[in-house]
């Protein structure tokens, strides 16, 4: 479960002190540094609330706090999401969530070494690769897409789960051949990782039907912009997949209201704090995928955000 930070696992309800514990993910990710600056912004701006970001294993990890009541506010990928309110692939229940909002897109990286002959997914086979840490969404992707390759994750890979700082040093060292990624452009591990090494990054693309078709609708082509990264000169197609930030649906509506108000209003602060922040769209927003759900407090904002 969660790991550093006070109140760990032990966040408290909603109006219970006032404290309010948001699951993030590990340190290196947007994840961590985005939840951070909303718990300033919570502790700053939301009258007799204090905030507090906690380091997880992310997805997965986020959305059994949410369950357990040991967090309060998750960030969550969206097709973890919809495995977590159907019940679902790690959940062995249906989890009771409710959506604040769709807050950016995640573009999955897939980083080889340039001149390993790993061009394509399918060329991992017999490869050392780190599909992400465990319970992450990045190992949710990851798993589903090498599925889709017709490549045995147990057996026609040698398969690491790392998150994607330790991926990288992992290639830089020679221990990793390739590592899966899935987040915000551009991810720091992956930008410092290409100022000493030449990269190649793999097209996912082939896969999104069969991932839409067996999991729904969270899957969507999209690109890697050409030279977010040094020495990747030219786009690449890959698969998006939106975040959220989720909460129990037992929340108080004028709470989970309060809060889709504040992500907003603190657009520009937030923006300072990691620039997928920029992303925050009250016209996207509510786009959330079945059979996940608005809050009935951030629909209300929503709704009158509209008028």
């Known amino acids: ?176 051949d390739a590592f899966f990624w899935s987040g915000g452009l551009p991810t720091g591990a992956v930008t410092d990782l290409t100022t000493t090494q030449k990269v190649t990054m793999l097209p996912t693309t082939d896969f999104t039907d069969a991932l839409v078709e067996k999991y729904g609708e969270a899957y969507a082509d999209t690109k890697i912009p050409a030279d977010t990264y040094k020495g990747v000169s030219e786009d690449v197609e890959t698969i998006g997949v939106p975040n959220y930030l989720v909460v129990n649906e037992k929340m108080d509506e004028k709470l989970a209201f309060d809060l889709t108000k504040l992500l907003y209003d603190q657009k520009p602060t937030l923006v300072k704090v990691h620039p997928e922040a920029k992303k925050l769209d009250q016209k996207l927003g509510p786009e959330v995928a079945e059979p996940v759900q608005l809050h009935p407090g951030a629909q209300r904002y929503y709704d009158e955000a509209g008028k």
């Open 1 to 176: 479960m969660a790991c550093g930070g006070e109140g760990s696992g032990g966040g408290a309800k909603s109006g219970e002190g006032g404290r309010l514990s948001i699951a993030t993910g590990g340190t290196s990710g947007v994840y961590s540094v985005y939840g951070g600056g909303l718990a300033d912004a919570i502790s700053k701006n939301l009258k007799g609330y204090q905030a507090t970001a906690e380091t997880t294993s992310a997805s997965v990890d986020n959305l059994l706090l949410i369950q357990d009541g040991g967090s309060d506010i998750a960030f969550t990928l969206a097709d973890t999401a919809i495995d977590a309110a159907s019940g679902n692939e790690a959940f062995k229940e249906k989890v009771p969530l409710r959506a604040l909002a769709q807050i950016y897109t995640n573009y999955t990286q897939v980083v080889a070494k340039q001149g390993s002959g790993i061009e394509t997914v399918e060329d991992l086979k017999g490869k050392r690769v780190s599909v992400g840490s465990p319970n992450s969404g990045t190992e949710v992707i990851a798993l589903r897409i090498l599925e889709a390759a017709k490549l045995d994750p147990e057996s026609d890979i040698k398969r690491e789960q790392l998150g994607v700082e330790e991926s990288a040093k992992g290639m830089k060292d020679g221990s990793v």
